[in-house]
């Protein structure tokens, strides 16, 4: 489909199936190499990353595991700063080398503030693969080790992301198009 309507919005294909996963098995080749010999503990934030980790899963030859956690935000009490907890989260990540899964990263505020609760756990090491990143609404600090796609500031929906709750089920991502 070249289109699709979400919520009376109208979307424009903009990453195709194919290209999609041509790039999703460079992105695991990259992995398979850098981690040859060793064993990956890789965390996959949900709901947006489940299409995207489930494809990417298939292209890894190296020992592979796999954790799906949800994020949630909310506002500390005692500090005015964000506080991110990990619903699901279950394996001590000490001496791992754990790998972060991300449908989009945006302007990065999720694993900014989540990096350092991992971080404290002492993985032996730990990497961002982001299959999207709006490189320019980046405003928190995210070091992003392999990257899909750097995309411009538009929303996209499909494979895996959503509008609204709607459009994950889609094969394509999808541009929001300009209104005429
Ligand atoms: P960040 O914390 O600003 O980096 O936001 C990342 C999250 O925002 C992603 O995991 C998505 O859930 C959501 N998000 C950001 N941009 C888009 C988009 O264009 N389409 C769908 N979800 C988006
Ligand atoms: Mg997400």
Redesign the pocket.
């Known amino acids: 489909m070249a289109s699709i309507t979400i919520h009376e919005k109208r979307f424009s294909v903009y990453l195709s199936d194919e290209v999609l996963q041509k790039r999703i098995r460079e992105l695991a080749a990259a992995i398979n190499a850098d981690y040859a010999g060793k064993k990956v503990y890789f965390l996959a ?1 949900l709901n ?1 990353s489940f299409m995207f980790a489930a494809d990417f899963f298939k292209y890894l030859t190296i020992d592979s595991e796999i954790c799906f956690i949800k994020l949630v935000s909310y506002k500390g009490l005692k500090s005015s700063g964000e506080v991110t907890t990990a619903i699901g989260l279950e394996e001590d990540l000490h001496g791992k080398n754990v790998v972060i899964l ?10 900014h503030y989540f990096l350092p609760q991992l971080l404290h756990q002492q993985p032996s090491s730990l990497k961002i693969v982001a299959l999207l990143h ?1 490189q320019e ?1 980046t405003k928190y600090e995210v070091p992003i080790d392999y990257t899909g796609f750097v995309i411009p500031n ?4 499909g494979y895996g ?3 609204d709750g709607l459009g994950r089920n889609y094969k394509d991502i999808y541009q929001l198009a300009d209104e005429e």
Do not use: H, N, P, S
Request: aromatic share 10%.
């Open positions: 934030i947006g991300e449908d989009i990263i945006d302007t990065g505020k999720t694993l709006k609404m538009k929303f996209v929906v992301l959503d509008y």
